[in-house]
């Protein structure tokens, strides 16, 4: 029982390390692409008397 069970969260141990590691690849591939027109954040500047 305690040989399967140190399996089995050895499994789900690995599988969250192989998430993480698809995770930072994707990240990889999107920092390197650069913003686009489409995708650019815009910040929209509001005076501050606006506010209120």
């Not at 029982?1 to 969260?9: K, Q």
């Not at 913003?35 to 500047?45: R, S």
């Amino acid at each position: 029982m305690t040989g399967s069970l140190a399996l089995i969260a050895d499994a789900a141990h690995m599988a969250t390390d192989a998430g993480g590691l698809a995770l930072a690849l994707l990240a990889i591939h999107f920092a390197q692409k650069g913003p686009n027109a489409a995708k650019k954040l815009t910040v929209i500047c509001v005076p501050r008397s606006s506010l209120h």
